[in-house]
């Protein structure tokens, strides 16, 4: 499984690269802020919103510390999408958030 860290998110974020984020925390953690922009698909929801992602782009997943965003970039990677997982989740982001 592919993995970069928050700091490297973060640094494409602030060069102007288009990045897709895709939180997969529940609506109670994500309400307390996320990466701005990020799409929020909770975990459970991933199988059944596979229509909202697009096998031809990339996509960065992102949790509360990196777990069960690895889990849905294992997930999502077998299923043919192009992932990876943000190591250290939310717990590592120094940036500023989106509430």
């Known amino acids: 499984m592919k993995?970069?860290?928050a700091e490297q998110l973060a640094k494409k974020i602030k060069n102007g690269e288009s990045v897709n984020v895709i939180d997969v925390r529940e609506d109670e953690e994500v309400a307390q802020g996320k990466i701005p922009?990020?799409?929020h698909i909770p975990l459970g929801e991933v199988p059944d919103r596979l229509d909202e992602l697009d096998k031809g782009e990339h996509y960065y997943m992102v949790c509360r510390s990196g777990g069960r965003s690895g889990n849905a970039a294992q997930f999502l990677a077998e299923k043919g999408y192009d992932v990876t997982n943000m190591a250290g989740g939310m717990l590592d982001w120094k940036e500023?958030?989106?509430k």
């Open 37 to 39: 922009g990020a799409k």
């Open 96 to 98: 500023e958030v989106q």
């Open 3 to 5: 993995e970069i860290t």
